[in-house]
């Protein structure tokens, strides 16, 4: 059991912890129904170029932003509401996936079912990884040896 995460040791945090979760989908899915756009709702995002006093740089619905994630700390009982901009090599949501996606449908479908890389390298992240590789320094435990 030491060798596991907290999830996997306690009987009582993934019970209460899924409870939480649950909930909080509740409260997203009945902000995105109330929203006027619905599905097509905005994201609580702060863009860099956003600044602080502008009042359309959070964007509201009835019940108040819709964030695109939610991080919880137990512990402190807090939630945390990162906003980023969007990635721009995300495999779920660039550009360049719902383009594709609007052109191919089920054969972009079953392109990314059958071949592991396929998102990687249609968004560019493959070649993203090839060139970072030169950055990568490889140590080993000789590089370290403090005896002398």
Excluded at 90 to 118: H, M, P, Q, V
Aim: glycine residues 4%; hydrophobic residues 40%.
């Amino acid at each position: 059991m030491r060798d596991r995460t907290l999830d996997q040791q306690c009987t009582v945090t993934r019970p209460a912890v899924s409870n939480i979760a649950g909930s909080l989908v509740v409260e997203l899915m009945t902000s995105l129904l109330q929203h006027e756009l619905r599905d097509f709702a905005p994201g609580y995002v702060v863009a860099s170029s956003a600044k602080s006093n502008d009042a359309d740089a959070l964007p509201e619905g009835i019940l108040g932003v819709l964030p695109h994630s939610i991080r919880g700390v137990i512990s402190t009982f807090e939630q945390i509401l990162p906003a980023t901009e969007r990635f721009l090599q995300c495999i779920a949501c660039s550009d360049k996936i719902l383009e594709e996606f609007s052109k191919r449908k089920i054969d972009f479908i079953l392109d990314a079912l059958n071949t592991s890389k396929y998102l990687e390298d249609l968004t560019g992240i493959t070649e993203m990884m090839q060139e970072s590789h030169g950055d990568i320094i490889e140590c080993v435990d000789s590089d370290f040896d403090l005896s002398d």
